[in-house]
């Protein structure tokens, strides 16, 4: 399902994938006091030989991002894009995709997803940056 989002320029990454915006506002809410020292966590640190490195004081999530949508938008560069629709994915849950579902017994729909992700073959030290 990934492979949907994946970046022109390096399929490795995600471009544009469509996050529920309810699922935007919650992470913000949920992290409004937790620290970070950049808005956007691929571009915005000072990379060196000894690694990712703050390029200045920390603030919490609240100073730094003006709601959930502001979150999305820049925390990972272009991988997110919040949406109102029906057509996206909440991390955690299922994603919600209309033309993959179904009715259970108490009428209520049953979304069936299919997740997948294309990674590339790179050397790193583990820690996930």
Same mark, same amino acid.
């Given at each position: 399902? *990934? &492979?949907?989002? +994946?970046?022109?320029? $390096? #399929?490795?990454?995600?471009? $544009?994938? #469509?996050?529920?915006?309810?699922?935007?506002?919650?992470?913000?809410?949920?992290? +409004?006091?937790?620290?970070?020292? %950049?808005?956007?966590? &691929?571009?915005?640190?000072?990379?060196?030989?000894?690694?990712?490195?703050? #390029?200045?004081?920390?603030? =919490?999530?609240?100073?730094?991002?003006?709601? @959930?949508?502001?979150?999305?938008?820049? &925390?990972?560069?272009? +991988?997110?894009? =919040? %949406?109102?629709?029906?057509?996206?994915?909440? #991390?955690?849950?299922? *994603? !919600?995709?209309?033309?993959?579902?179904?009715?259970?017994?108490? @009428? !209520? &729909?049953?979304?069936?997803?299919?997740?997948?992700?294309?990674?590339?073959?790179?050397? @790193?030290?583990?820690?996930?940056?």
């Amino acid at each position: 399902m *990934a &492979i949907q989002w +994946a970046h022109p320029a $390096h #399929p490795g990454l995600l471009h $544009h994938t #469509p996050l529920c915006l309810d699922f935007c506002n919650g992470w913000f809410h949920s992290c +409004a006091e937790d620290l970070t020292c %950049v808005r956007n966590w &691929i571009y915005d640190w000072d990379w060196n030989i000894e690694g990712n490195l703050c #390029p200045g004081p920390c603030t =919490p999530f609240k100073q730094m991002y003006r709601d @959930g949508r502001d979150l999305c938008e820049t &925390i990972w560069g272009l +991988a997110f894009l =919040p %949406v109102s629709t029906e057509d996206c994915i909440s #991390p955690g849950c299922e *994603a !919600r995709n209309t033309d993959q579902r179904d009715s259970n017994e108490d @009428g !209520r &729909i049953n979304f069936r997803t299919k997740r997948s992700l294309f990674l590339e073959e790179i050397e @790193g030290s583990g820690s996930g940056f």
